[in-house]
Every structure is written in structure tokens, then in C-alpha cells.
């Protein structure tokens, strides 16, 4: 198998440079980067991989090594080569080229110990930042100025292993909230406005991920009742996170409820998503997905109403997905009170 996506690098090898591609076979493992990263090679690639020097591949390097090997055929990751790099690599090697599953989902997808601690101290980072920027909140700050207050807390945040965002947050004022994935700007926070806020820091190399909706004022009867139900949507979908479900089932929990109450046209994006080395990874918890929760996968909840030129709701919790069933690793308050900034 070819591996040259390095984040499933990373993954086996714990290699974070730019520049390296693995190769596993059933008898040895070969790792394969430049000299730049030798010194750190020799001290760190985990016994199980022979390092290659890959200035050694240059012109028909690497395909005498895979006939040194006896490597006739050579699985890629599907969901990663595109169509330029899989016309390369077949017309430099010659070789047969099977697709295989992403690393993602059959390695990845199911998280050791190690791998939700650092989620979780990731995510502890996160919720300790939010808390102290929106207590600041003040009329005339703008959506790019709280985005960038999120990225000074998480670099703030650093210790020994690396601490920063994991995407670029997103914040919405007012009619904002209403875009899901809305583009922050310069527009500037008044007080009565409701408040957006999705982010997530990176500790360790692992991903947390996390929406909140604030209101600024006591909220209509009307906005209180579109929150309550979002909240009662993530809320019975999270009891439905258990082994074995599939992340169609858990989406349509949420879903249901929504349309239920007459916003089915207002929920237009999947309720979740796993979440490790990357923020989007295996599995999908979509309508109709056919990935199945397995044991100590972390996945998110995070079902939304968007009402256009109006305002928007969304809740995101991690779950980590138990024998004993789900376990929420966000533990930032959302109940309604505790959402509302009266100040």
C-alpha cells in the first residue's frame, strides 16, 4: 500500500514534516522522505519502518525498488490520489494500482485513549478561551476582531506539544448567524445582536470542534422556542450515538424532530462528523450514510435552523462513542439560560 497523505502519515508514523510517503507490505514497512528530515529520522521513525532516503528514487528509483521487493501491485488511498497524481504515479512505475479504502476510515475512525485525551484537552482549551472572549463581547467589536481574539487564545494556549485552531472560527453577528458557514467580516457586534460562534482548537495534533448561539438580550418567544428545539434535536440524537448505528440513523433522529416543527427546509447540513487528526474525518453522520459507529469513534452533533435575514441556531457537542454509550466531551453550558448575556 502506498500511503502519501500525511496526515494518515502522521498517523503511523507520527511524522509531521511536508515531505514524506510510506509504503507498507506484508513483510516490511518503508518510509520514505528527504534529507532535510534525516537527523530527525534517525532519532524518531518507530522501529517498525526502514527508512529510505528518497533522493534515491530519482528516475527509475522506485520502480527498482519495487522490483527488488517483488511489489507488483500497489493499493492508493481512493479517497485522497487525484486523477493527476494516480496518471503519474502509473506512468512512472508501471505498475498495477489498486484503490483502497482512506486510512480514515478503517484505522483512523477508531481513537485510542491517548488520541481523546489530547481531543479532550484540546476541547478544555476551547471552552476556557470562549468563555473569557464572550464575557469581553462589546458593542463595536467586529466578527474578524473575535475571530482573531480566538487565534491569539489558542497560540496563548501553547505547552509542549503544539496548540492552535483547528479551522478558521466562525463568528456571526445578528442576520449573520443565519449563513452556516458564514465568512467573518467587519461588521460590528450591537447589543441585542445573537451571536454565532463555531471553533475549535488543535492540541497535540488532534482536533476539538464546537458551536455555541448566544443572545445578547432576552430573546423573543419565537427565537426561544427555534433554540429549544435545535437543542431538543442534538439532545436525542446524542442518546442515538451508540455502537453499531449508522450515522443516517442518528442524522434522521435529529432531523425528524426538525421537520417535525415545520423547519425541514431550514437544516440543509449534515447533523455531524467524525473528528481526530483531522476536523472532517470518518465517519460521515449524514442523511442516508451507511458509516457505522464504532467503539471510541468521536463524532459531532451539531443540527442547526437558519432562518435567512434573520438569525440562526446551532448547537455542537464532541461525543465519544462507548460500550456504555455516548459520552459528551463538550461540557460548555446550552441550555438557554445559560446562553443568554443579560450584561
Same mark, same amino acid.
Given at each position: 500500500?502506498?500511503?502519501?497523505?500525511?496526515?494518515?502519515?502522521?498517523?503511523?508514523?507520527?511524522?509531521?514534516?511536508?515531505?514524506?510517503?510510506?509504503?507498507?507490505?506484508?513483510?516490511?514497512?518503508?518510509?520514505?522522505?528527504?534529507?532535510?528530515?534525516?537527523?530527525?529520522?534517525?532519532?524518531?521513525?518507530?522501529?517498525?519502518?526502514?527508512?529510505?532516503?528518497?533522493?534515491?528514487?530519482?528516475?527509475?528509483?522506485?520502480?527498482?525498488?519495487?522490483?527488488?521487493?517483488?511489489?507488483?501491485?500497489?493499493?492508493?488511498?481512493?479517497?485522497?490520489?487525484?486523477?493527476?497524481?494516480?496518471?503519474?504515479?502509473? +506512468?512512472?512505475?508501471?505498475?498495477?494500482?489498486?484503490?483502497?479504502?482512506?486510512?480514515?476510515?478503517?484505522?483512523?475512525?477508531?481513537?485510542?485513549?491517548?488520541?481523546?485525551?489530547?481531543?479532550?484537552?484540546?476541547?478544555?482549551?476551547?471552552?476556557?478561551?470562549?468563555?473569557?472572549?464572550?464575557?469581553?463581547?462589546?458593542?463595536?467589536? @467586529?466578527?474578524?476582531e473575535i475571530s482573531d481574539e480566538i487565534e491569539i487564545a489558542a497560540f496563548n494556549y501553547c505547552?509542549?506539544?503544539?496548540?492552535?485552531?483547528?479551522?478558521?472560527?466562525?463568528?456571526?453577528?445578528?442576520?449573520?448567524?443565519?449563513?452556516?458557514?458564514?465568512?467573518?467580516?467587519?461588521?460590528?457586534?450591537? +447589543?441585542?445582536?445573537?451571536?454565532?460562534?463555531?471553533?475549535?482548537?488543535?492540541?497535540?495534533?488532534?482536533?476539538?470542534?464546537?458551536?455555541? @448561539?448566544?443572545?445578547?438580550?432576552?430573546?423573543?418567544d419565537f427565537e426561544a422556542k427555534i433554540y429549544d428545539i435545535v437543542l431538543k434535536a442534538q439532545?436525542?440524537?446524542?442518546?442515538?450515538?451508540?455502537?453499531?448505528?449508522?450515522?443516517?440513523?442518528?442524522?434522521?433522529?435529529?432531523?425528524?424532530?426538525?421537520?417535525?416543527?415545520?423547519?425541514?427546509?431550514?437544516?440543509?447540513?449534515?447533523?455531524?462528523?467524525?473528528?481526530?487528526?483531522?476536523?472532517?474525518?470518518?465517519?460521515?453522520?449524514?442523511?442516508?450514510?451507511?458509516?457505522?459507529?464504532?467503539?471510541?469513534?468521536?463524532?459531532?452533533?451539531?443540527?442547526?435552523?437558519?432562518?435567512?435575514?434573520k438569525f440562526g441556531v446551532r448547537i455542537e457537542d464532541m461525543i465519544h462513542v462507548t460500550k456504555?454509550?455516548?459520552?459528551?466531551?463538550?461540557?460548555?453550558?446550552?441550555?438557554?439560560?445559560?446562553?443568554?448575556?443579560?450584561?
Amino acid at each position: 500500500m502506498l500511503i502519501e497523505n500525511l496526515i494518515n502519515v502522521r498517523y503511523l508514523s507520527d511524522f509531521t514534516g511536508t515531505t514524506a510517503f510510506i509504503i507498507v507490505t506484508p513483510k516490511k514497512n518503508f518510509f520514505f522522505t528527504d534529507f532535510r528530515y534525516r537527523g530527525y529520522i534517525e532519532k524518531h521513525l518507530p522501529p517498525h519502518f526502514d527508512f529510505v532516503d528518497s533522493a534515491t528514487l530519482r528516475k527509475d528509483g522506485l520502480k527498482k525498488f519495487l522490483k527488488k521487493h517483488s511489489i507488483k501491485s500497489l493499493g492508493f488511498e481512493s479517497g485522497y490520489l487525484n486523477v493527476a497524481q494516480y496518471t503519474a504515479w502509473k +506512468k512512472r512505475l508501471k505498475i498495477n494500482l489498486k484503490p483502497f479504502s482512506n486510512v480514515d476510515s478503517v484505522l483512523r475512525i477508531s481513537k485510542t485513549n491517548e488520541e481523546i485525551t489530547a481531543i479532550a484537552i484540546a476541547q478544555q482549551f476551547a471552552e476556557d478561551a470562549l468563555k473569557k472572549i464572550i464575557k469581553k463581547l462589546k458593542p463595536g467589536k @467586529t466578527e474578524r476582531e473575535i475571530s482573531d481574539e480566538i487565534e491569539i487564545a489558542a497560540f496563548n494556549y501553547c505547552r509542549e506539544n503544539e496548540t492552535r485552531i483547528s479551522f478558521k472560527p466562525i463568528v456571526g453577528f445578528g442576520a449573520n448567524s443565519s449563513v452556516p458557514h458564514h465568512q467573518n467580516t467587519n461588521k460590528k457586534f450591537k +447589543k441585542g445582536d445573537i451571536v454565532l460562534i463555531d471553533m475549535g482548537f488543535m492540541h497535540a495534533g488532534y482536533c476539538s470542534d464546537m458551536t455555541r @448561539t448566544f443572545f445578547t438580550k432576552t430573546p423573543s418567544d419565537f427565537e426561544a422556542k427555534i433554540y429549544d428545539i435545535v437543542l431538543k434535536a442534538q439532545t436525542e440524537a446524542i442518546k442515538h450515538m451508540h455502537i453499531g448505528n449508522t450515522g443516517g440513523h442518528c442524522d434522521k433522529i435529529a432531523r425528524d424532530i426538525i421537520a417535525g416543527e415545520g423547519y425541514k427546509d431550514h437544516f440543509g447540513h449534515s447533523l455531524g462528523h467524525g473528528i481526530g487528526l483531522e476536523v472532517h474525518e470518518a465517519p460521515n453522520i449524514g442523511p442516508h450514510s451507511k458509516d457505522i459507529l464504532v467503539e471510541n469513534c468521536v463524532v459531532t452533533s451539531e443540527p442547526g435552523i437558519y432562518l435567512s435575514g434573520k438569525f440562526g441556531v446551532r448547537i455542537e457537542d464532541m461525543i465519544h462513542v462507548t460500550k456504555k454509550g455516548p459520552v459528551n466531551l463538550t461540557k460548555y453550558p446550552k441550555k438557554l439560560e445559560e446562553v443568554m448575556m443579560r450584561k
